[in-house]
């Protein structure tokens, strides 16, 4: 097995046959509130490979440029060795979580324009939001990477809301994460339930990792229904 150079919440990198690769492998372990809460999900890990790989074929067909280069196996791909910008990239379409506690607006509340976040990625402090100002002045971007990043978010957020919709599923929002790659930003992570809200179109059944965080039940059931869906899109 190859060296392993990073061990992540739900996912594990090992070094790829040259420098310009990692292979990544995704874990059945799954998380929330900053790791406190965890469980073994078997099976997720697969679930989650299929879900994000099927996205970054149709979004790299659509244009944007991720990590992916190829599948390994049913749960472990081959990505472009990028350096990972830790600024997490999130997209909004309807309230829901944080931004409905933050800022008092029920869930399920459609927003008038979607909006895009900024937040540190760092477990230690807990994900904390921060602007682009900031950003530039701490020096985790520069502001042409910024706005190269919300100018992909607000592509990317269009395709997905194409895709979910024919699928019946609602975007309500989701989080990206971006590297640097020759020069350039490309996607990186995952694109999954872990980190969408999905809500069933007619129902707003969640079809997301909210039920785990807030004991829902049949989180893989869920995971399984939008894998499903995907696959028989036309
Ligand atoms: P919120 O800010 O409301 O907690 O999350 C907004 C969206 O981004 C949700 O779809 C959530 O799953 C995703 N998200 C936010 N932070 C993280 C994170 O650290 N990891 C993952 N996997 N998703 C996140």
Same mark, same amino acid.
């Given at each position: 097995?190859?060296?392993?150079?990073?061990?992540?919440?739900?996912?594990?990198?090992?070094?790829?046959?040259?420098?310009?690769?990692?292979?990544i492998?995704?874990?059945?372990?799954?998380?929330?509130?900053?790791?406190?809460?965890?469980?073994?999900?078997?099976?997720?890990?697969?679930?989650?490979? +299929? !879900?994000?790989?099927?996205?970054y074929?149709? /979004?790299? &067909?659509?244009?944007?440029?991720t990590h992916l280069i190829? @599948?390994?196996?049913?749960?472990?791909?081959?990505a472009k060795r990028a350096?990972?910008?830790?600024?997490?990239?999130?997209?909004?379409?309807?309230?829901?979580?944080?931004?409905?506690?933050?800022?008092?607006?029920?869930?399920?509340?459609?927003?008038?324009?979607?909006?895009?976040?900024?937040?540190?990625?760092?477990?230690?402090?807990?994900?904390?939001?921060?602007?682009?100002?900031?950003?530039? +002045? !701490?020096?985790?971007?520069?502001?042409?990477? /910024?706005? &190269?990043?919300?100018?992909?978010?607000?592509?990317?957020? @269009?395709?997905?809301?194409?895709?979910?919709?024919?699928?019946?599923?609602?975007?309500?929002?989701?989080?990206?994460?971006?590297g640097?790659y020759?020069?350039?930003?490309i996607l990186c992570d995952?694109?999954?339930?872990?980190?969408?809200?999905?809500?069933?179109?007619?129902?707003?059944?969640?079809?997301?990792?909210?039920?785990?965080?807030?004991?829902?039940?049949?989180?893989?059931?869920?995971?399984?229904?939008?894998?499903?869906?995907?696959?028989?899109?036309?």
């Amino acid at each position: 097995m190859e060296r392993i150079l990073y061990v992540g919440k739900t996912k594990v990198i090992y070094e790829g046959a040259d420098d310009k690769t990692v292979t990544i492998g995704y874990k059945d372990t799954t998380t929330a509130f900053n790791g406190e809460k965890k469980q073994e999900l078997i099976g997720k890990g697969k679930l989650n490979a +299929a !879900i994000s790989n099927f996205i970054y074929k149709y /979004l790299t &067909e659509n244009g944007i440029e991720t990590h992916l280069i190829e @599948e390994v196996d049913t749960s472990s791909i081959t990505a472009k060795r990028a350096e990972i910008i830790q600024v997490e990239v999130i997209v909004r379409n309807v309230a829901a979580g944080c931004f409905s506690a933050k800022y008092g607006v029920p869930e399920g509340t459609e927003l008038r324009n979607s909006t895009v976040e900024f937040c540190i990625k760092s477990d230690t402090l807990g994900d904390p939001m921060v602007n682009a100002s900031q950003i530039t +002045a !701490i020096g985790l971007a520069t502001a042409d990477e /910024l706005n &190269e990043m919300s100018q992909m978010a607000v592509k990317i957020n @269009e395709l997905l809301c194409e895709l979910f919709t024919n699928v019946g599923i609602r975007l309500i929002d989701f989080k990206l994460e971006f590297g640097r790659y020759d020069g350039r930003i490309i996607l990186c992570d995952e694109i999954s339930p872990d980190s969408c809200r999905l809500w069933e179109i007619g129902t707003d059944r969640k079809l997301d990792k909210d039920r785990f965080r807030r004991d829902l039940g049949n989180v893989l059931g869920a995971y399984k229904e939008v894998l499903r869906r995907l696959e028989n899109v036309k």
